[in-house]
């Protein structure tokens, strides 16, 4: 995909209100958004020292910061990126549970688990309406 990425900037989703003053509430943007924490990248050593396979090399992420998947369901909300959703899904939208809809559980999978690395779109920082279902979507 060719669709621009945008780094998680901010760590802290869960407070009522942060202190942009405050370092801890910033992402370390030395690093990638999947090695935010020393266990994290502990484990990310160890899939790669331990990974064995005749025809692929070893690798820290098995997938990709960006894909276009990742696009359509940050932007599920909003044309064109629901009819092409809907299109991938074979004519419907994807099922309840695996739709974006938490910003804070969003980041939490990206830090935390080990098959989720997605960078942001730029339209998280200047088009807010892609978190409304202003088209009134039946999204389950």
């Given amino acids: 995909t060719q669709y621009p990425v945008v780094p998680w900037v901010l760590a802290d989703y869960s407070s009522d209100s942060i202190d942009l003053s405050d370092p801890l ?9 999947g090695a935010q ?19 692929i ?4 992420y098995g997938t990709h910061y ?11 909300r909003m044309e064109p990126f629901a009819a092409a959703g809907v299109n991938l899904q074979g004519g419907r939208f994807d099922c309840p549970d695996r ?12 830090t935390t688990t080990m098959n989720d690395v997605k960078e942001l779109t730029p339209e998280w920082y200047f088009c807010p309406e892609f978190l409304l279902n202003k088209n009134k979507f039946d999204l389950g």
Wanted: net charge negative; hydrophobic share 35%; proline share 5%.
């Fill in 57 to 60: 090399p070893p690798f820290h």
């Fill in 66 to 76: 960006s894909t276009c998947g990742y696009v359509m369901w940050y932007l599920i």
């Fill in 25 to 33: 509430v910033y992402r370390d943007l030395s690093r990638p958004i």
């Fill in 99 to 110: 739709l974006f809809w938490s910003v804070a559980d969003a980041y939490k999978n990206c």
């Fill in 37 to 55: 924490t020393e266990e994290r990248r502990e484990k990310l050593r160890e899939r790669y020292d331990n990974f064995v396979d005749d025809t």
